[in-house]
């Protein structure tokens, strides 16, 4: 009886999960399939789920008007250049605030979490000109250390979160050993910590991927990256969802592949110190 | 060479004072213990000696040289702490291994010393392990080999055996104490077990809130305490401490109490008896004394709860105290 009960609460809870992923998914899927609908099927009411005609000219269209690729370099670059930029800072400065804090280290800690919650446009205006003046404007340079900078705080958060948990006896061991403190952050932190490194990295690129405000504001053609590849699509000659859509999918499309393989990863490094 | 020198050596963190001004000599090839309750200091004390933790104010003299403000990586000196604190990322050969890399030893001497010390202590079968594999004493004397193969000029101990079971204790003391006979390289460990102390230590140092209480032999310390924190400290079971009327105290140790069933000084009940076979302890009430006495009598001895006996002490094996707690001559 017992086992019967249990088989069908498993049931039920496997039903109840994939509806919610489906739920949380369905922008995405309808996305996909936009992609995949001619123009005129794809703004239809009521909308046609699967029983439409299936055609690539959408993806054809949107590689003809602009070259993937340029954008798809430029958001490589800024997201890898950004999560090594922000690692270089990070490392030490969690260091230091995990295994040397002084009086003020939480505070400190507090209010760089806190410049997350300040909207972007706030600074939109001092950013941009700052931009100008320093010939930033539209460079990958520029956009690698402004998406840096935003996501600083979570990567020093997060490196800290997982410093705090390796024994500082074990640094102090190395110190005794001889080691310097270069050596020390090299040969002994740092592969300690790479499980945690691991999943700062990925979701820093991630975040950098997404990120949407600035990559759009400051760029214009030499240093956009796929956000600015999409929002192209999305006005000058009226509204084309079904190459919006293509354009959508492009762009997510390396991100979701690269999240799909290190799911475990995330979901580990994520939930890092909850549970112990 | 391993001579290490303290002079007025302090440490405050911020307002409070964990360590007043203390001297302290410790002689090479020497085996000091630093002893004490937990919270006395003794921790800090050799984190001192270390370069873990910066003096507040004197000097660390380290050989005759000043070692105040080298770093713990300049000092000559190597460390076992009570986590072992082995790299967890590294095999047991890395681990050993990890103080030559840094200190640029060729690898031809790297593999020779690993060589030596793993034969030395029972690691050669297992070099390529991640120390996660390792039972705790394993684990215990890949600390120690991580320390041999420097060559240091001490070793230091931060209650290295307290996270083994018992029998692995006594094991690892006799291990450590052979180890210190074959290599006469001065040690200091610090232990909050005064059996480990007394079966241990050339010399033993007793601390008591960041003061060095009384520095001796284990022998000394147990013939003539220097106060009543000592007397209280060393020995086990715990010294029978007995107010002699004139605000004074007077202390007797539990073995120093001859046992009769029919006639001495104190007339009294047995309340709880201890037999452990080598020796039986009992726990006397005394009418005439306020708390009751400890008695460490023949294993064999046939008292039980509730006998009436008779106790007397070695008058020569009294030890006085005066009402500031200092000992009397």
Excluded at chain 2, 174 to 182: D, F, S, Y
Excluded at chain 2, 193 to 210: H, K, P, R, S, Y
Excluded at chain 2, 217 to 228: A, D, G, I, K, V
Aim: hydrophobic content about 50%; some cysteine; charged content about 20%.
């Amino acid at each position: 009886m017992a086992r019967a009960v249990s088989t069908q609460r498993k049931a039920l809870n496997t039903a109840l999960a994939w509806g919610v992923a489906l739920l949380i998914a369905f922008p995405i899927i309808w996305t996909v399939l936009t992609s995949f609908k001619p123009e005129a099927q794809a703004v239809a009411r009521p909308p046609i789920w699967l029983g439409f005609d299936w055609t690539l000219r959408n993806y054809a269209d949107v590689e003809r008007q602009r070259d993937y690729f340029d954008y798809f370099w430029n958001s490589v670059i800024i997201a890898l250049g950004s999560t090594a930029l922000g690692l270089l800072i990070a490392i030490p400065a969690a260091w230091s605030m995990a295994f040397v804090p002084g009086r003020r280290t939480r505070d400190l800690l507090m209010w760089m979490l806190s410049t997350k919650m300040m909207p972007g446009v706030a600074v939109l205006v001092p950013i941009y000109l700052l931009f100008i003046w320093t010939g930033l404007l539209d460079t990958r340079f520029g956009l690698v250390v402004v998406i840096m900078l935003i996501n600083l705080p979570i990567i020093v958060w997060m490196l800290y979160t997982y410093f705090k948990e390796i024994p500082a006896e074990i640094l102090e061991a190395a110190r005794m050993d001889g080691a310097s403190l270069s050596s020390e952050i090299l040969y002994v932190l740092t592969p300690m910590a790479i499980p945690g490194i691991a999943s700062t990295v990925l979701l820093n690129i991630i975040l950098a991927w997404n990120e949407s405000f600035w990559t759009i504001v400051l760029t214009t053609t030499d240093a956009a990256p796929l956000t600015k590849f999409i929002s192209g699509f999305s006005s000058p000659q009226g509204l084309f969802y079904a190459k919006l859509s293509a354009a959508s999918t492009m762009a997510i499309a390396p991100i979701l592949v690269m999240g799909w393989f290190s799911q475990r990863q995330l979901v580990r490094g994520l939930t890092f110190g909850a549970v112990k | 060479m391993g001579q290490i020198t303290l002079e007025r050596v302090e440490k405050r963190f911020g307002e409070v004072s964990v360590i007043p001004p203390l001297d302290l000599s410790v002689e090479d090839g020497s085996f000091v213990v630093f002893v004490g309750p937990s919270g006395c200091g003794k921790s800090t004390l050799l984190r001192l000696i270390a370069g873990l933790e910066d003096a507040s104010a004197g000097r660390i003299l380290i050989d005759g040289a000043d070692a105040t403000r080298l770093g713990p990586a300049s000092r000559g000196l190597a460390m076992v702490f009570q986590s072992y604190a082995l790299y967890p990322h590294m095999s047991v050969r890395n681990n050993i291994a990890f103080p030559m890399r840094m200190a640029g030893l060729p690898k031809a001497e790297q593999d020779r010393r690993i060589e030596a010390a793993a034969r030395a202590l029972n690691l050669t079968n297992y070099l390529d392990r991640r120390p996660g594999q390792l039972s705790g004493g394993q684990r215990q004397r890949v600390a120690i080999g991580r320390a041999i193969v420097r060559e240091p000029k001490a070793f230091l101990f931060d209650e290295p055996l307290s996270n083994l079971d018992a029998a692995l204790r006594v094991g690892m003391r006799l291990e450590i104490g052979e180890l210190h006979q074959r290599l006469k390289t001065t040690m200091i460990y610090v232990t909050h077990d005064q059996v480990e102390a007394m079966t241990m230590a050339d010399t033993i140092v007793v601390l008591n809130a960041g003061r060095i209480e009384q520095v001796g032999t284990p022998l000394e310390l147990y013939r003539s305490p220097r106060n009543l924190f000592v007397a209280g400290f060393i020995g086990s079971p715990r010294m029978n401490l007995i107010p002699d009327g004139r605000g004074g105290t007077m202390g007797i140790r539990p073995e120093h109490l001859a046992l009769s069933r029919a006639s001495g000084e104190w007339g009294g009940t047995v309340g709880v008896s201890e037999h452990l076979g080598s020796d039986t302890f009992l726990r006397v009430h005394v009418p005439s004394l306020p708390q009751p006495l400890t008695v460490r009598a023949d294993g064999e001895v046939a008292v039980s709860p509730g006998d009436a006996v008779f106790l007397t002490p070695d008058p020569a094996r009294l030890h006085r105290f005066g009402a500031d707690g200092l000992r009397l001559p």
